[in-house]
């Protein structure tokens, strides 16, 4: 069970919560731009555009939860994290192809807001034993 002594800073929380709901809104921001990608998709690309599109409300939807209740979602950094990560690893290395400087710089960002929100929030406290049980240190935060 997580103590009042165990979580962070009320300012480090803040700041972390901030950072998610920041990259939550701006993936929501993604999903704007992709609905006229999918309007202007070429036959054999449409169904890949609306894949990435919709892609973009589950992404905006994890952040948004996460930032809500940031040690509360077992899991659900690690996933993010290890998708966006191999993204901009991915667009490294392709580097010469056509978005791979935009992808590596957008992905890059939310990597690095994600890992420093998930530092300041301490999101590796969610697999502490009864982290996702009753919490009454933060009940008042969490809500």
């Known amino acids: 069970m997580t103590t009042a002594a165990d979580l962070p800073a009320p300012w480090a929380d803040r700041t ?46 994890m952040w ?3 930032a809500v209740a940031p040690r509360k979602q077992r899991g659900m950094w690690e996933l993010i994290l290890v998708q966006k990560i191999a993204v901009t690893l991915f667009a490294l290395v392709s580097i010469g192809k056509p978005e791979a400087v935009q992808t590596a710089v957008i992905d890059g960002f939310v990597v690095v807001t994600t890992v420093a929100a998930y530092v300041l929030c301490r999101g590796w406290y969610t697999w502490r034993p009864g982290a996702l049980g009753p919490d009454q240190a933060r009940n008042e935060v969490d809500r």
Do not use: K, P
């Not at 990259?23 to 929501?28: C, E, Q, V």
């Not at 990608?37 to 609306?50: G, K, M, N, P, S």
């Open 64 to 66: 948004a939860l996460l």
């Open 16 to 61: 972390g919560r901030t950072l998610l709901a920041i990259d939550a809104l701006a993936t929501l921001g993604a999903f704007g731009q992709g609905i006229t990608r999918i309007a202007d998709a070429a036959d054999e690309q449409l169904l890949t555009e609306f894949w990435r599109t919709t892609a973009y409300i589950v992404f905006a939807g």
